[in-house]
């Protein structure tokens, strides 16, 4: 099994080898390519830094690889257009599996449509690879090697399975593993661990401020299960569409 590793962190981030080392315990052949610079909230974005007409990218080892990964790559691009460009062979095989994280702070809620952790999950997806996203619900995590140990049975299970229209999303505490309470399967949270507020300031300038969500109020939610010491695995799917809903069609032309 081939399977790339990649992040919205970049590729200084301590999350690429706990990923990394869960895939090659399990027995994978791992790359590594993630963005060269922080690319939170890319969401499922294409962009990327070229020169002339190439996309840029350096050799450049993530901190705390294991042995047995295959190449470790700095690239000028969001999470998404990597995924997408390893699935045409940009660093090797197709992989079979992309491993998105492992992020700093929570991706919950509908807030995931933002996060670049989940865009790479879900831009792999739509070419036929399976897909995890982890992230870690601290801004300066002090239990990394917590994730590894949530994420290797999931990992076992995904690389099991055909390849699925769904992106497996997984939330964990910064906690030691034994402090855990366990792993669920979790709904997604109305929001997520923040919530924007826009006002207007003179001349149409706009404030863009944040505030904590009160996840008391959806206790049962990734994000109130997460605050509470549970691990949450969530599937998620994009993009669908409906095809019972009721629109206006115009047949016979304009």
Same mark, same amino acid.
Request: charged share 20%; hydrophobic share 45%.
């Given at each position: 099994?081939?399977?790339?590793?990649?992040?919205?962190?970049?590729?200084?981030?301590?999350?690429?080898?706990?990923?990394?080392?869960?895939?090659?315990?399990?027995?994978?052949?791992?790359?590594?390519?993630?963005?060269?610079?922080?690319?939170?909230?890319?969401?499922?974005?294409?962009?990327?830094?070229?020169?002339?007409?190439?996309?840029?990218?350096?050799?450049?080892?993530?901190?705390?690889?294991? =042995?047995?990964?295959?190449?470790?790559?700095? #690239?000028?691009?969001? !999470?998404? *257009?990597?995924? &997408?460009? /390893? $699935?045409?062979?940009?660093?090797?095989?197709?992989?079979?599996?992309?491993?998105?994280?492992?992020?700093?702070?929570?991706?919950?809620?509908?807030?995931?449509?933002?996060?670049?952790?989940?865009?790479?999950?879900?831009?792999?997806?739509?070419?036929?690879?399976?897909?995890?996203?982890?992230?870690?619900?601290?801004?300066? =995590?002090?239990?990394?090697?917590?994730?590894? #140990?949530?994420?290797? !049975?999931? *990992?076992?299970? &995904?690389? /099991? $399975?055909?390849?699925?229209?769904?992106?497996?999303?997984?939330?964990?505490?910064?906690?030691?593993?034994?402090?855990?309470?366990?792993?669920?399967?979790?709904?997604?949270?109305?929001?997520?661990?923040?919530?924007?507020?826009?006002?207007?300031?003179?001349?149409?300038?706009?404030?863009?401020?944040?505030?904590?969500?009160?996840?008391?109020?959806?206790?049962?939610?990734?994000?109130?299960?997460?605050?509470?010491?549970?691990?949450?695995?969530?599937?998620?799917?994009?993009?669908?569409?409906?095809?019972?809903?009721?629109?206006?069609?115009?047949?016979?032309?304009?």
């Amino acid at each position: 099994m081939r399977v790339l590793v990649t992040n919205d962190d970049g590729i200084d981030s301590p999350g690429l080898a706990v990923l990394a080392s869960a895939a090659v315990d399990a027995g994978c052949d791992v790359v590594v390519a993630a963005p060269a610079r922080e690319s939170s909230g890319a969401s499922a974005s294409l962009l990327g830094a070229e020169q002339d007409g190439r996309l840029i990218v350096d050799e450049k080892d993530a901190p705390g690889l294991p =042995p047995g990964v295959s190449g470790s790559f700095a #690239v000028r691009a969001a !999470p998404a *257009l990597i995924a &997408l460009v /390893a $699935s045409h062979g940009g660093f090797g095989p197709k992989p079979d599996l992309v491993l998105s994280g492992v992020n700093r702070g929570g991706n919950t809620g509908h807030a995931v449509i933002h996060s670049g952790t989940v865009g790479a999950a879900l831009s792999a997806m739509t070419h036929g690879i399976r897909g995890m996203a982890v992230s870690i619900a601290d801004d300066d =995590p002090r239990h990394w090697e917590t994730a590894g #140990v949530v994420v290797r !049975p999931l *990992l076992d299970w &995904l690389l /099991a $399975s055909e390849p699925l229209d769904r992106v497996v999303n997984v939330n964990v505490p910064d906690r030691p593993a034994h402090q855990v309470r366990g792993v669920r399967q979790a709904p997604l949270a109305s929001f997520g661990t923040v919530h924007a507020r826009i006002r207007e300031v003179d001349h149409g300038n706009l404030v863009l401020t944040y505030s904590e969500v009160e996840v008391n109020r959806e206790m049962d939610t990734d994000a109130g299960l997460l605050a509470r010491g549970w691990a949450t695995v969530t599937l998620l799917r994009a993009p669908v569409h409906d095809a019972d809903a009721a629109v206006p069609e115009l047949l016979h032309g304009l």
